[in-house]
C-alpha cells in the first residue's frame, strides 16, 4: 500500500510560479505511472499531467509549455512545477499513483492564484 502526501501548494499572484511534491512511502514509486490532478469545487477531477515508469509525460493542453512533472525515484518524490499560473490554475492539486490504474491517492494541497 503507498501512502502519498502533496506539499508546497499556496497563494500566488498570477505569472508567479510554484513546485508542489509528493512524497511516496510504503513502496518505491519507480514501477508506478504516476500524475498529478486538480479539482475545484462542483467541478470533476481533472488530470493535469502524468508521468510512466519510463519517464515519458503527457500534459493537459491547458498547462502544456507552463508545467512540467518531474519524478525522483531515489527519493520517492514526484514533482510538479509551475510557471506562468493563472487565476484558472487555483484548484486543490492530488497526486496519485498505480499500476493500471490510479489506485493510490494524496489528500491534496490548495493553489489559490489570485
Known amino acids: 500500500h503507498v501512502q502519498l502526501v502533496e506539499s508546497g501548494g499556496g497563494l500566488v499572484q498570477p505569472g508567479g510560479s510554484l513546485r508542489l511534491s509528493c512524497v511516496a512511502s510504503?513502496?518505491?514509486?519507480?514501477?508506478?505511472?504516476m500524475g498529478w490532478f486538480r479539482q475545484i469545487p462542483d467541478k470533476e477531477r481533472e488530470g493535469v499531467a502524468g508521468?510512466?515508469?519510463?519517464?515519458?509525460?503527457s500534459y493537459a493542453d491547458s498547462v502544456k509549455g507552463r508545467f512540467t512533472i518531474s519524478r525522483d525515484n531515489a527519493k520517492n518524490t514526484l514533482y510538479l512545477q509551475m510557471n506562468s499560473l493563472k487565476t484558472e490554475d487555483t484548484a486543490v492539486y492530488y497526486c496519485?499513483?498505480?499500476?493500471?490504474?490510479?489506485?493510490?491517492w494524496g489528500q491534496g494541497t490548495q493553489v489559490t492564484v489570485s
Open positions: 496519485a499513483a498505480g499500476g493500471s490504474w490510479y489506485e493510490y
Open positions: 510504503g513502496d518505491t514509486i519507480g514501477r508506478y505511472c
Open positions: 508521468i510512466e515508469s519510463d519517464g515519458s509525460t
